[in-house]
């Protein structure tokens, strides 16, 4: 049992020791009483700030989890991480946002173990600080529950309810003149609501649903708009059960099983979400200890087998507003039973089968059936082949039907500005294979080649007849024959380092292979003459930090330690 420790009587400091003492003696300075020491220590984890909208309302949310740990018995204490906004921070080349997660992962390992709590409450909801929470729980191995901030409202412009990503849409069509700037602006100034993660299968509320499927939110949670009284009250009752896990021993890899990563890859393929589930599902599960699994392959497996059951923006018709409605995350589980290991045990302390069965399907439309899917094509793929020994990922239904099997030149660049040069100026040919290396986590922090691949978009006759392989990550909108987080990536001196132009590639996306067509005497003697040497002095002190700890995208960009 985690009970703290009743104190019967005032014993000495020699019998407890100077620290405990010390401990005891700056708690009663605060104010606080002789009875609220003697109960269980409950950390609030709390990301709440004032830049970031899915997390400026964290702080009233954190005040209903209090009040329930109070009623329950136990103190709770309120302690802080960062908690950054993707659409809000710096972009390449000084990306910060996925560092970030790694980052706030120890900055709860040190507060909350540096303190002895008993258990913790984490508040969050937006890309990297779900999965950063996700980990730290995992490493700590304490009673934990999620709270997640919930989804966004929906904008109101001209007298219709918007979605921020069909303005974000509208960028390019306002810069090249062809939009009125009137209504254009209005568009931007009204698209986003209040506070939550923003309205569509984007990271955030992407992750939020993991978390769900993982069993560490209370159910419905990540399926509640944030300006809801359901949101307060699931705060509220995640402070009373935290007490429960606390007095029964259940600790959070308890809860995040082999199994219930399973459950979550599920999940992530039944509402197509997003591609740095990639990257996050696995870091979460490695710091659960569970480093021999191939992760990447699971999430292949799981792509053949789990239909998409509905149709979300921002590549579907449907919100999370309609999500909800239509029955929420438990409505999605529900349909997924026959597919998940329902047994799994969750924050609840009941399985996920018992959360679910009274679960209703309200909309057909936006939650299907296994039996009657939106779709059955698999999502994506992983390649795997001499260049990429890890993996590679692709997204199967995004390929064209004439670039299913591909061979060709390399093209060679070892910067995205390079490539959309060459781009601009017209040298990239017909058929060519774009290598744009050294974006993974420890070359580049992780940033995408999206703008090259739009950009190739307005090329037909390339878009139709080249590939894009690249060791930087997807963006949801990633099409034609793109291939990302090749593994090991460029930087920590994998094959991709050592493609030379006019290198011959092949690539073949129903048999999952992709090679570079060079003899492996010849790869082993690049290879070995191969060195990367970071431009330390370009970035500062975090992001240094970063690239030299951290490991391969294929088991999450974890740190190599």
Same mark, same amino acid.
């Given at each position: 049992? +985690? ?57 009233? +949310? ?28 710096? #972009? ?34 937006? !890309? ?41 849409? #509208? ?15 209005? +568009? ?37 708009? *944030? ?46 979400? &997003? ?95 296994? !039996? ?37 030149? $390399?093209?060679?660049?070892? &910067? ?16 060519? $294979? ?14 995408? *080649? ?28 990633? &099409? ?23 290198? /011959? ?54 740190? /190599?330690?």
């Amino acid at each position: 049992m +985690l009970k703290k420790k009743k104190y019967e009587d005032m014993r000495s400091c020699w019998e407890f020791g100077e620290a405990e003492e010390c401990r005891r003696g700056l708690m009663l300075g605060m104010g606080y009483s002789e009875e609220e020491l003697h109960r269980p220590l409950i950390g609030v984890v709390n990301s709440w700030n004032e830049y970031n909208p899915g997390h400026v309302h964290l702080n009233k +949310l954190a005040e209903r989890v209090k009040q329930g740990i109070r009623e329950a018995g136990g103190l709770p204490l309120e302690v802080m991480t960062t908690g950054i906004c993707d659409g809000m921070v710096l #972009k390449d080349p000084k990306y910060i946002e996925v560092p970030s997660r790694n980052s706030i992962a120890d900055q709860v390992e040190i507060t909350v173990e540096g303190n002895f709590f008993d258990g913790m409450v984490m508040l969050c909801t937006c !890309d990297s600080i779900v999965p950063g929470y996700l980990m730290a729980a995992a490493r700590l191995d304490i009673p934990t529950i999620i709270v997640t901030g919930g989804y966004m409202p929906l904008g109101q412009d001209r007298g219709k309810e918007v979605l921020h990503i069909h303005a974000q849409d #509208k960028v390019g069509t306002a810069k090249a003149g062809k939009m009125d700037m009137d209504v254009y602006n209005d +568009l931007i100034a009204h698209s986003w609501g209040i506070c939550g993660g923003c309205t569509s299968m984007t990271t955030a509320n992407s992750m939020c649903m993991i978390a769900e499927a993982l069993g560490m939110t209370l159910p419905n949670n990540s399926s509640t708009s *944030a300006v809801s009284s359901q949101i307060c009250l699931t705060a509220y009752r995640a402070g009373k059960q935290i007490m429960n896990l606390v007095d029964e021993g259940i600790t959070a890899r308890k809860i995040m099983t082999v199994e219930a990563v399973k459950n979550a890859i599920k999940l992530d393929m039944a509402v197509a979400a &997003s591609s740095n589930l990639i990257l996050h599902i696995p870091a979460i599960a490695h710091e659960c200890g569970y480093t021999d699994i191939p992760w990447w392959k699971y999430f292949d497996e799981a792509s053949n087998n789990i239909p998409l059951l509905s149709h979300l923006a921002p590549s579907g018709m449907y919100n999370l507003k309609d999500f909800d409605l239509a029955g929420g995350t438990s409505a999605m589980l529900k349909q997924l039973l026959p597919k998940i290991d329902g047994d799994c045990l969750t924050v609840t302390g009941k399985t996920v089968r018992e959360n679910v069965e009274n679960a209703v399907v309200y909309n057909s439309d936006v939650i299907h059936s296994l !039996d009657n899917p939106v779709m059955t094509e698999p999502g994506i793929g992983v390649l795997y082949g001499n260049l990429a020994p890890e993996g590679a990922i692709i997204k199967i239904a995004a390929v064209p039907t004439q670039l299913m099997k591909y061979k060709g030149p $390399a093209r060679v660049f070892n &910067s995205l500005d390079d490539a959309l040069e060459c781009l601009r100026s017209g040298n990239v040919r017909e058929g060519d $294979a774009c290598v744009i290396r050294f974006l993974g986590l420890r070359g580049r922090f992780g940033t995408t *080649a999206f703008t090259f691949q739009e950009e190739l978009k307005g090329h037909l006759n390339l878009f139709n007849s080249c590939a894009v392989i690249t060791d930087g990550r997807f963006s949801g909108g990633t &099409s034609g024959l793109s291939v990302g987080y090749v593994s090991p990536e460029a930087a920590l001196g994998g094959p991709l380092a050592i493609i030379e132009e006019g290198d /011959e590639i092949e690539i073949d996306v129903t048999g999952r292979k992709i090679n570079l067509c060079v003899p492996e005497d010849v790869i082993r003697e690049r290879l070995s003459k191969f060195h990367f040497e970071f431009p330390a002095s370009k970035y500062p002190r975090f992001l240094n930090l970063f690239v030299k700890n951290v490991g391969s995208m294929a088991k999450g960009g974890i740190w /190599e330690v």
